[in-house]
Nanobody
Framework: QVQLVESGGGSVQAGGSLRLSCVASGRSITTYNMGWYRQGPGQEREGVATMEWDERTTYSDSLKGRFTISKDYTKNTLYLQMDSLKPEDTAMYYC????????????????WGQGTQVTVSS
């Protein structure tokens, strides 16, 4: 069973950047499909980006070009680089993982972290 801990959130002005980290423990991420999700105030959770074990990536159409998902296998960590941040990016960001291929892409990951808050001011 994998445990996930997110970090890197914070407060930033519009146009700024943040890099979120998701450190996995208990299992190697080499065999996990993973993703980033977010939930803004009063909103439903939405998918941001996913990366399968074979490094196939998907992005939310509205975020493509500003956000980049990546993995560092030596650190067993998933990253989300967020650039050109906007106030509407304000949300709690969650990391998730699953051994089943494609499940994270469908927002049906089995393992979730506690989240890290991102606040973007105008």
């Amino acid at each position: 069973q994998v445990q996930l801990v997110e970090s890197g959130g914070g407060s930033v002005q519009a146009g700024g950047s943040l890099r979120l980290s998701c450190v996995a423990s208990g299992r190697s991420i080499t065999t996990y499909n993973m993703g980033w999700y977010r939930q803004g105030p009063g909103q439903e959770r939405e998918g941001v980006a996913t990366m399968e074990w074979d490094e196939r990536t998907t992005y939310s159409d509205s975020l493509k070009g500003r956000f980049t998902i990546s993995k560092d296998y030596t650190k067993n960590t998933l990253y989300l680089q967020m650039d050109s941040l906007k106030p509407e990016d304000t949300a709690m960001y969650y990391c998730a993982a699953d051994r089943r291929y494609g499940y994270c892409e469908r927002s049906d990951c089995g393992y979730w972290g506690q989240g890290t808050q991102v606040t973007v001011s105008s």
